[in-house]
């Protein structure tokens, strides 16, 4: 399973952007997806989730300014991105987990996707 992600780039404060995150190979059952964001000098945070099931959560940071969503069809996660603010600078890494049966188990897994760059100019 390889994570592609994609849509990084170069946004002025309080414009909008949407990254997307693909995910590839012997796909068969996604549980959640997640984005996940890394600011210089600091550690990885969870930005958003969304469940098989629909739940979402967010991060208070970006509450009410973004938006995870997903296409099953596609196996692949976006998060929009509005109002955005210089502090949303960051590399954003998509998560899922997958499921795969392992010995007649079913057991999830984390893929990681490289990692795209956000960055949002004041």
């Known amino acids: 399973v390889q994570l592609q992600a994609s849509g990084g780039g170069l946004v002025q404060a309080g414009g909008s952007h949407r990254l997307s995150c693909a995910a590839t190979?012997?796909?068969?059952?996604?549980?959640?997806m997640h984005w996940f964001r890394q600011a210089p000098g600091k550690q990885r945070e969870l930005v958003a989730t969304l469940t098989s099931g629909g739940y979402t959560y967010y991060a208070d940071s970006v509450k009410g300014r973004f938006t995870i969503s997903r296409d099953n069809a596609k196996n692949t996660v976006y998060l929009q991105m509005n109002s955005l603010k210089p502090e949303d600078t960051a590399v954003y890494y998509c998560n899922a987990e997958v499921v795969e049966v392992v010995m007649g188990l079913y057991k999830t897994y984390p893929y990681w996707g490289q990692g795209t760059l956000v960055t949002v100019s004041s």
């Open positions: 190979g012997s796909v068969s059952i996604i549980d959640a």
